[in-house]
């Protein structure tokens, strides 16, 4: 260790009573012999792991998907990846050999029936509307007559616009005079204007065919088969858990602790300085994975050193070096400052509800 090493105990007392005269004007004389230190090792390791998978699979996909590029493989957990594949990290797709075979699609020609009409290339529609004058309310006054009268077209009449709305023609169905709508002539109905009164209209869906493009084969009517193999690649980060933490605020400010850093690789033994609790906590997480193909374990260490009040007092400082080689303290809440400040918020409470009370 170099630039990490641990600060001794008369720094930190330097620093912190450096810290303390700052506060003095508030505080009182305090020193930094008012207080306690202890030592916290650090510990913030992670094992990263290089993880290769192997999945085999039967594929299906229409027309020629181009399989003779792949690469091909007869058993695919004895395939020898080429390392520069290895290196550029994307899955890696092969073919299993003499797997690959042609066959025809269900829809035979790459046609389906269109779901849309059926395969009938018409749709229905309604052929006559309700007149836009009477609404099929009082087409005639002699409606009753229409009645056994034969010889009534199929197809409903255009609409009219009369001239007046209320003005009655000659009924087209029972032919009494000035009886009939104007608008439709005693029919109560008029055309559609969509099918023109013929019942049905083209098909969009198929452009009246009555086939659509078989999406199974692409219109292709063939499928290629085969049996599939991928082999990916994928980096697995294991953390450690901490040991133990300092407060939350001091925590933040870790980042800029110069922290003494192992990187090991898969055959490498622990560091000979890390303490037995912490190495008996990493070797916890040294399994090998299934797949893994290479690691690399991380181990951070910095030592904190903890200030505490040996008698009364809210606060609490923690000092560790930073990035510069020189000492940082920061100050933290004590359990006793923790437990006066939820004493004050209940007496700010309880007083609330007594004035609340005297009020009203
Ligand atoms: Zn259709
Ligand atoms: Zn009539
Ligand atoms: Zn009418
Ligand atoms: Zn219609
Ligand atoms: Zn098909």
Redesign the pocket.
């Known amino acids: 260790m170099t630039v990490a090493e641990d600060p001794s105990e008369d720094e930190v007392r330097a620093e912190l009573d450096a810290r303390l005269a700052r506060r003095r004007g508030r505080w009182g004389a305090r020193t930094s012999a008012y207080f306690h230190l202890d030592r916290l090792h650090l510990l913030d390791a992670s094992v990263v792991r290089r993880v290769e998978t192997r999945i085999e699979t039967t594929r299906d996909e229409p027309g020629d998907p181009g399989l003779a590029e792949r690469p091909v493989y007869d058993v695919l957990d004895e395939y020898e990846v080429d390392p520069r594949d290895v290196r550029r990290g994307e899955p890696l797709d092969l073919v299993k050999r003499d797997t690959v075979s042609k066959r025809a699609c269900a829809c035979g020609n790459g046609l389906r029936q269109c779901p849309a009409c059926d395969g009938m290339t018409y749709r229905p529609?309604?052929?006559a509307r309700p007149c836009p004058v009477c609404a099929g309310v009082s087409p005639c006054t002699q409606y009753l007559a229409h009645g056994g009268k034969p010889g009534r077209t199929a197809r409903p009449p255009k609409a009219r616009r009369p001239v007046r709305p209320e003005e009655r023609v000659t009924c087209a169905a029972c032919g009494t005079p000035d009886s009939a709508c104007g608008g439709c002539q005693g029919w109560g109905k008029v055309r559609?204007q969509?099918?023109q009164g013929r019942g049905r209209v083209p098909c969009t869906t198929c452009t009246s065919k009555g086939t659509v493009r078989c999406r199974t084969c692409g219109g292709r009517g063939e499928l290629t088969s085969w049996t599939a193999g991928r082999i990916t690649w994928t980096s697995e980060t294991e953390k450690v858990p901490w040991p133990h933490r300092p407060p939350k605020r001091v925590t933040s400010q870790l980042h800029a602790g110069s922290w003494h850093e192992n990187r090991l690789g898969p055959g490498d033994p622990l560091p000979d300085d890390l303490p037995l609790p912490h190495r008996s906590l990493v070797e916890q997480h040294l399994d090998t994975v299934k797949g893994e193909q290479d690691r690399t374990v991380v181990i951070r260490r910095l030592t904190v050193v903890r200030a505490r009040p040996k008698g009364s007092g809210n606060r609490e400082y923690y000092v560790f070096r930073n990035v510069a080689g020189r000492l940082t303290v920061r100050p933290a809440m004590s359990d006793e400052g923790r437990r006066n400040t939820a004493a004050v918020l209940a007496a700010a409470a309880a007083l609330v509800v007594l004035v609340l009370l005297l009020v009203t």
């Open positions: 529609c309604e052929p559609c969509t099918c």
